[in-house]
């Protein structure tokens, strides 16, 4: 909502200056959005006289003009207007000021060679209308010399944003009641212009849709004289920032933004027959007065007369019936229209306007007749005509909310004590009325007041929330308590490790391209938004690696050699009652060079399957697996390396991680040089520490060395390293406590389709140390057990 | 019979001009070895008469004595200078660059987070969570905003085709505020909760963002007023920028779950470009910003949520966290929040050891 602050003061008996205006907009809830104060942009631009105007010597379109600024010598300024000649008045601006149009500030310059020592404006350069046909002509008594924005009468324009809740405060009046209810003036009563009604109306005004249009009232004015609206009429409508039309169609939009009161005017000579709200029929158009034409459906409520819709019910009237120059006879329409109805209606059809803002959020039901009244005198006054009685269809909800009130809950509630009194006289200046044993009866046009709470903020935001003081809240004794879950305080380990292993935290958008969801989907269908905002982000992800694939893929685009990122956050499945499984989720990609090439070290090295694996590893340690009892198994997934990647799994189903080198398919997808390692710890998967204690099971480190025992053996190449470990380990688990494989070798010496692998086994004593005999029974069972897998021990 | 002392000063001589460890040996050999002159002349005292040996001894004992001493000075000198010959050889260049290891960061939208847990803690508030990809009961109607509400057309929902096996609308969360929801639909009342996470509209330019973070709070009990909400905004913001002199503006404004419904200002001033927060707003120099919205929860919004209002009532806030942050540690671009350049998550991320806690100060200074 725009509005000068000569528009408030029709309505607002007050001396506050702007600003004291401004911060009780804020303080009882309407939020200034802006004060254009026009002197600020005029300031520089003052009212001169033309005494001379001659050709200019180098340009046929331009001339050279003395002009008197009432001070001084008269200056010399170039000017290329047609309508610039000696003995005009018009506006100067001087070197150094601001041209509001455009920005461009004024200095003294020449001008083809002459001399120029400041610019005649136009209008638009003024920004005070859309004429650039010529200088602006001031009439003949504009006093010389004075600023200009004075002489124009230079009005500051407020902009609030009044809330959804708030339909009373669109229109102008309510912002000065609430003002005046804050304390700022005296709100003024709405002024009604006298006249005279006279025979019934001509036409005849029905609502069939008596659910979408309560009430419709009508009145018609014959023999009005259309024209442009006087000067104090347009002032109004361009505070707002509204183009004046017409008058009748300016009288409308004033009792619109003066009042919050939408009405319609249609040209009587273009209708046929009875006026009437109904419900659309599905597939009817009607062109509206933006030029578009819309097809209607039968949920929506129109005002049609015998031969077709002139009305989108409460959003736009058409152009078919609108008013125009010629217009004589007018039919004045104002209606009540459902709330609900309008807002679907418009959502519908995609179609904004003033009034449907208005409609949608409740008119005032009290202000039909007064409306109607008003918007009459007015044209009556101004463009003349003979009115005639004003016919009724219908009637607006009439049934006063009452709200047993105590005033107690202010306090309660608000945190501030407010005096009965005042209480109650903040209501009533709103206009509640307040009854002896607090019964509040709410005005109809504040539909959003519901209940006790309602009133606790009216009072408290004309009272003042400043005057609410801060109440510690009440505190447990003691030391604060913990309050993150599990599943909280792993997310926030495993973020704090994972950084300590090198790794930039990323953030990445949870929507991504189809195409890359596709590539990372498992067999649920994906979820795919209806509206995305591009095409880039449309698909919810079920995997975190493409989000980090293409922050990898920008990165190296941009020249980084190197991207270590990982990500904690959700893959989105779905669920069995049609909502959304989320899972938690800590994706790691790592693309470039793992070490640069360097003095020591030599070529720079990318990343290979075992940096994934280690990270994979640290990290569940750190989230509290049991990583010493994970298996290494296949199945990654297709977007990962087949030889090269792997899942481990807490039993055979539950799989924990996946991690490996991306597939070169992928890269392609995501258009991004490899090799790239990545990981996926699946944090759900994971199992939650059951009723762990804080004290550690108990432990004494042996008093006997351990000894270790190296084993070579030859097996098959096809064997997994990783099960002869497994076989070993399990060959006497009192004795053996570790076994670590510390060579791997096929080639010369090693029969074709052979590997050797050499194993280190510590073996730990328990009371007393091994005898020989002892160790050599062990290794009797180690060789034994991996002879189970083929191997053969080396000579 | 040689002459002892001459023979004795011409070995000292010899063994100070050693040069090499071999050559100390030889003169070791050539005196005090089994064929040396010393050792022979000893070996003569043997076959002498007691008188002799008493006149002859003494010359030979020091002798060997003052040789022996000699050897072993030259032996530890000559053993000192080859150890630092050799240690000169193994000198190495340690202008040369170490192999760096890899820092990591944490991102700021997580560590903000992890200080709003912390400093919530501390006032009793546990962290909840809800799904993003929501039904419209939850993010809408039960908050007090029906199919018709006109505030439903601010929120510039995302929707997916999809509906709930209850014919819901399924949407992506425009708010954090569904936490609430399913916070006191499980655990009742009298709850304290904060809810962080992102938030999604369908809205970007160049201070929006289609993704976005947000934080909930909320607390239900039986006498909780608006006096409650500005001491705990109040409270968390001056631990979170760990100054005094935080100063909150309520302004009354509209959301339909709260009533009455406060927008919460924040006093600034423009440091070298930048917003820092603290003071007055309306002191010279500052200004205010608006920093989140909060209010009163709606007596629907309970009774939706399964609390009886006549019982129950309490505030809830919300809080924008990238907008937070920034204003904290002076990121002034949003978008570079979700690049994932490790140039800026390098410079504007932290420690992991940066953990937040309230002894150490929640904050991470630069």
Known sequence: MKFSLTWLKDYLETTATVAEICDALNAIGLEVEGVEDP???????????????????????????????????????????????????GVLGLPGAVV??????????????????????????????????????????????????????????????????????????????????KGLGTLKPIAMPAFAASGACPVEIRTDDSEGCPAFYGRVVKGVTNGPSPEWLQARLKSAGQRPISLLVDLTNYLMLGYGRPAHAYDLATLSGAVVARRAKDGENVLALNEKTYTLEAEMTVIADDVQVHDIAGIMGGEHSGVSESTADVLLEIAYFDPARIGATGRKLGLSSDARTRFERGVDPEFLDAGLDLLTGLIVEMAGGTPSEVVRAGSPPSTAKVIAFDPGLTTRLGGVDVPEAEQKRILESLGFAVSGDWQVTCPLRRNDIEGPADLVEEVVRIHGLDKVASVA????????????????????????????????????????????????????????????????MKAMRPSLLPGLLMAAKRNADRGAASSRLFEIGRRYFRSGNGLSDEKPTLGIVLAGEKTPRGWQSGKAKPFDAFDAKALALQLLEAAGAPVGNLMVMGEAGAQFHPGQSATLRLGPKTVLARFGMVHPATLKAFDVDGPIAAVELFLDAIPAKKGAAFARPGFTPPALQAVTRDFAFLVPATLAAGDLVRAVQGADKTAINGVRVFDVFAGQGVPEGHKSIAVEVTLQPGETSFKDADLKAITEKVVAAAAKLGAELRG | MTDIPSQTEAALAAIVASATLDALEAQRLETLGKKGWVSLALKTLGGMSPEERTAAAPAIQSARAAIAEALDAKKAALEAAELEAALARETIDLTLPAQAASKGSVHPVSQVMDELAEIFADLGFAVATGPEIEDDWHNFTALNMDETHPARAMHDTFYFPDKTVEGKDVLLRTHTSPVQIRSMLDQGAPIRIIAPGRVYRSDSDATHTPMFHQVEGLVIDKDIHLGHLKWTLETFFKAFFEREDI????????????????????????????????????????????????????????????????????FAFGLGIDRIAMLKYGMNDLRAFFDGDPRWLAHYGFSPFDQPTLSAGVGARA
């Open chain 1, 473 to 536: 809240l009440p505190r447990m004794e003691g030391v604060a308590r913990p309050t993150a879950t599990p599943q909280q305080k792993l997310e926030r380990g495993l973020r704090r490790a994972a950084a300590a292993s090198g790794l930039n935290e990323a953030v990445t958008w949870s929507f991504l391209p189809t195409w890359a969801a596709e590539h990372f989907a498992s067999d649920q269908p994906l979820w795919v938004l209806a509206n995305p905002i591009s095409e880039d």
């Open chain 1, 100 to 181: 509001p149009a455009n920005g461009m500030v004024l200095r003294k310059s020449a001008i083809r060679g002459v001399e120029s020592n400041g610019m005649m404006c136009s209008v638009r350069e003024l920004e005070l209308g859309e004429d650039h046909d010529g200088i602006i002509e001031l009439p003949d008594d504009a006093p010389v010399g004075t600023s200009f924005a004075d002489y124009h009468g230079a009005d500051p324009v407020i902009e609030v944003a009044v809330t959804p809740n708030r339909p009373d405060c669109m229109g102008v009046y309510g912002i000065a009641r609430d003002l005046a209810a």
């Open chain 2, 247 to 314: 100063t909150l503006r309520l302004r009354p404004s509209y959301f339909p779950f709260t009533e009455p419904s406060v927008e919460v200002d924040v006093g600034y001033s423009n440091e070298g470009g930048r917003r820092v927060v603290g003071g007055h707003g309306d002191a010279p120099g500052h200004a205010w910003m608006e920093i989140g919205g909060s209010g009163m929860v709606n007596a629907r919004v309970l009774a939706f949520a399964g609390l009886d209002p006549a019982e129950w009532q309490g």
């Open chain 1, 39 to 89: 002197a600020e942009k005029l300031a520089g631009f003052r009212i001169a006289h033309v005494l001379t105007a001659a050709r200019h010597p180098d340009a046929d379109k331009l001339q050279v003009l003395t002009v008197d600024t009432g001070e001084g010598d008269p200056l010399q300024v170039v000017c290329g207007a047609p309508n610039a000649r000696a003995g005009m008045k």
